[in-house]
């Protein structure tokens, strides 16, 4: 299986490449959008990017699934974001968003978009931050163990 996904992405790359340099229309033709080389080119990328994101998936929940305990480990991480999710709703949630909302009313911002946004961001700041905590902590961990 290895051996031959390998080969189907060098014949991918292949013609990527080929696509790339032979068919590419040069200058600065406000129409070399249009052509059919990068037509080609994006849906090679999309059927590259569906076929990476189906077989992620698939591969990890095939794993999940078979290791022991790994559906547990992946109830408690959805868990856990879920939590992380509801407590940045929960702080992106107050005057701020009314405010905001009202001062971009004209841009078509409505307070829920506001909130949704603040969400996304504390969620980003809270992750990031427990990354850079759990990094730091097995740094730590490795010093004091050896």
């Keep these: 299986m290895q051996k031959i996904l390998k080969i189907v992405l060098i014949v991918i790359g292949v013609i990527g490449a080929v696509l790339s340099f032979f068919f590419m229309p040069s200058g600065d033709d406000p129409e070399a959008i249009n052509s059919g080389a990068i037509d080609l080119m994006f849906v090679l990328t999309w059927v590259l990017l569906i076929a990476a994101a189906a077989l992620a998936l698939f591969f990890g ?3 999940m699934m078979t290791t022991p305990g790994g559906l547990k480990k992946a109830l408690f991480a959805l868990g856990g974001l879920a939590v992380i999710v509801a407590i940045s709703y929960g702080l992106s949630s107050g005057d701020e968003a ?22 996304g961001l504390n969620v ?12 730091v902590w097995s740094g730590v961990k490795k010093i004091f163990v050896k």
């Design 61 to 63: 929940l095939k794993k």
């Design 98 to 119: 009314k405010s905001i909302a009202d001062a971009m009313a004209d841009k078509g911002a409505t307070e829920s978009t506001v909130k949704n946004i603040g969400m």
């Design 124 to 135: 980003f700041f809270i992750l990031t931050v427990v990354a850079v905590a759990l990094m």
